[in-house]
């Protein structure tokens, strides 16, 4: 069974930091793909961060030069270092993983975190 557990949310003021911390544990083959998604109230799921194995990244335009997506391949864990927080980056964070568990079809799923609360206050 695999498990994607995030922490590091909280209550920041407006131009503060966080960092949010994505683990992956359980019977896992590989990780292709780690990102961070948001939704605010009333609003849709949507991609902050993604970064692949090798370290490519991709990030929504909104957090661009704000945000840092990393990762540590051998512990399976995500990063994402937020600088120069907003109002409007309040919102429950959701790690996902694309990747292959150790099962004896080899198929590569979606996976989720529950999720981690990040409030800025103005």
């Known amino acids: 069974q695999v498990q994607l557990v995030e922490s590091g949310g909280g209550l920041v003021q407006a131009g503060g930091s966080l960092r949010l911390s994505c683990v992956a544990s359980?019977?896992?083959?590989?990780?292709?793909?780690m990102g961070w998604y948001r939704q605010a109230p009333g609003k849709q799921r949507e991609l902050v961060a993604s970064?692949?194995?090798?370290?490519?990244?991709n990030y929504a335009d909104s957090v661009k030069g704000r945000f840092t997506i990393s990762r540590d391949n051998a512990k399976n864990t995500a990063y994402l270092q937020m600088n120069s927080l907003k109002p409007e980056d309040t919102a429950v964070y959701y790690c996902?993983?694309?990747?292959?568990?150790?099962?004896?079809?080899?198929?590569?799923?979606?996976?989720w975190g529950q999720g981690t609360q990040v409030t800025v206050s103005s």
């Open positions: 970064i692949t194995s090798a370290g490519s990244t």
């Open positions: 359980g019977r896992i083959f590989s990780i292709n793909l």
């Open positions: 996902n993983a694309f990747l292959r568990p150790i099962t004896t079809i080899p198929v590569h799923s979606n996976y």
